[in-house]
């Protein structure tokens, strides 16, 4: 009976190690898959950290780079700003010297001119009051005024002759005068009636004073024109 009994007893003791011991192994293998997940999980944590870490470093290099950049872009934007103002402060300085030059060479133009001005003003003036002090003793001939006029138009004579003709207006006298009595140096001149009170009449032998002006023409009785000198007198005296 007792050898029954340990007999039984030996039996479950066998059945519960069994049933314990096939326990412990599907534990064991649920922990060393669990174990070699977490190995793997671990190790693709650590390559991503590693890849994180090679990708900062990559971006860092690049940060760095650029920031490398911009710090020698920084050094040339000083440079070519400084070499830009030495620029325009050198052409201000140059168009400030240009506007100086232009000035006083305007002034020296206008000083010139002004100069050149009351130089011819003043020999105007000189020619003039030698003119005024010859009076109508100018020297000026028959044959002067007869061969270039234009060169004596305005200019004070002097001539004596004989009274060819006569026209007398309403306000102005004409005459033909034969200068110096040669009936080939024949003038044509002209006064205001006002000028003497004195009617000058046909071979009156007279003096006359005024100024040349150019040509006169006028028809022949043979129908032809015949130009003469030309004299505005502006006093007359009768011999």
């Known amino acids: 009976m007792k050898r029954l009994v340990l007999i039984g007893i ?10 314990c011991s096939s326990a412990s192994k599907d534990d064991y293998q649920r922990a060393l898959d669990d174990n070699a997940k977490l190995q793997s999980d671990y190790q693709k944590a650590l390559d991503d950290n590693a890849k994180l870490k090679s990708d900062s470093q990559k971006t860092m290099e690049e940060l760095e780079t650029v920031k490398k950049r911009i710090d020698e872009f920084s050094v040339l934007e000083a440079k070519y700003k ?57 020297g000026i001939t028959y044959k002067q005024l007869a061969r270039t006029p234009d060169d004596y138009e305005g200019k004070k004579v002097k001539f004596s002759g004989k009274v060819l003709q006569v026209v007398e207006g309403e306000s102005e006298v004409n005459l033909r005068v034969a200068v110096n009595s040669n009936y080939n140096n024949v003038i044509f001149v002209y006064y205001p009636s006002s000028l003497t009170k004195v009617r000058v ?26 130009t003469i000198p030309l004299i505005q007198v502006e006093k007359l005296d009768i011999k």
Do not use: C, F, P, W
Not at 98 to 121: G, I, P
Not at 201 to 221: A, F, I, M, P
């Open 10 to 19: 030996v039996l479950i003791l066998t059945v519960g190690m069994s049933a």
């Open 82 to 138: 400084n070499l830009s103002e030495a620029e325009v402060g050198a052409q201000q300085a140059a168009n400030d010297l240009k506007a100086e030059q232009d000035r006083q060479a305007k002034e020296q133009l206008l000083a010139q001119e002004k100069e050149k001005a009351e130089a011819e003003a003043a020999k105007k003036l000189a020619n003039a009051e030698a003119e005024e002090k010859k009076g109508y003793e100018t």
């Open 201 to 226: 009449l046909k071979d009156d032998n007279v003096n006359l004073y005024g100024v040349s002006e150019g040509l006169h023409t006028y028809q022949s009785t043979m129908g032809g024109n015949i």
